[in-house]
């Protein structure tokens, strides 16, 4: 069993940054795709951005491209979302998640294909 803890949220001011890291524990993921989702209030689930196994390929949603950054660590067993220049938009609760092993030569954007999961943590931007 996999279980992501994610940190880093808080409330910023338009314009601003943040760094989400999400750190896995009970079981090695390097060998998989790892993602990022965010959901605003009364929204579903949304797709934020992708990195594959070994971290040389990534994929950015167009609404976070140019301003967000998705890395990893994989000794560290930790994913991370560098998220810059910040608008009320971004605001949301984001969840890191792992996608099932059979993907790992993809970057799903479907939730569907994650099949681990983060409790999320609270990004609020203000205007």
């Known amino acids: 069993q996999v279980q992501l803890a994610e940190s880093g949220g808080g409330l910023v001011q338009a314009g601003g940054s943040l760094r989400l890291s999400c750190v896995g524990s009970?079981?090695?993921?390097?060998?998989?795709?790892m993602g990022w989702f965010r959901q605003a209030p009364g929204k579903e689930r949304e797709f934020v951005a992708a990195i594959s196994w070994a971290g040389s390929s990534t994929y950015n949603t167009d609404s976070v491209k140019g301003r967000f950054t998705i890395s990893r660590d994989n000794p560290k067993n930790t994913v991370a979302l560098q998220m810059n220049n910040l608008n009320p938009e971004d605001t949301a609760v984001y969840y890191c998640?792992?996608?099932?092993?059979?993907?790992?030569?993809?970057?799903?954007?479907?939730?569907?294909?994650?099949?681990?999961w983060g409790q999320g943590i609270q990004v609020t931007v203000s205007s």
């Open positions: 998640a792992v996608a099932g092993l059979r993907l790992r030569s993809l970057l799903p954007t479907d939730r569907h294909d994650y099949v681990y």
């Open positions: 009970g079981r090695t993921l390097s060998s998989y795709v």
